[in-house]
């Protein structure tokens, strides 16, 4: 999954790419990544909010492209926002 996952990063926009490495791999809070980039917490918050969006999308469409399945595993469903059961 974190192969995905990776993949999925690549292809995202250099703002959102920025985004996501700031939050997740910095672990920068939305505070100080708005003072890093010279914008509100607020702003930095709906930042974040597009780019793990934009990420999910990619993650599900890249799963749903994949020839094996992942929908047995309860962290894929976690992270992709579904239940195998609905």
């Known amino acids: 999954m974190t192969d995905i996952i990776g993949k999925c990063v690549k292809q995202l926009e250099p703002e959102d ?4 490495d ?4 910095q672990n920068l809070n939305q505070t100080q990544i708005g003072e890093k980039l ?3 917490q607020r702003h930095a918050g709906r930042m974040i ?8 999308r990619l993650v599900i469409k890249e799963v749903n492209s994949a020839k ?3 929908f047995d595993d309860p ?3 976690y992270i992709l926002g579904t239940d195998p059961e609905e």
């Open 17 to 20: 790419k920025r985004i996501i």
């Open 22 to 25: 700031l939050y997740y791999y």
């Open 38 to 40: 010279g914008i509100s």
């Open 49 to 56: 909010n597009h780019a793990v969006e934009r990420l999910r």
């Open 68 to 70: 094996f399945p992942f």
């Open 75 to 77: 962290v894929a469903n």
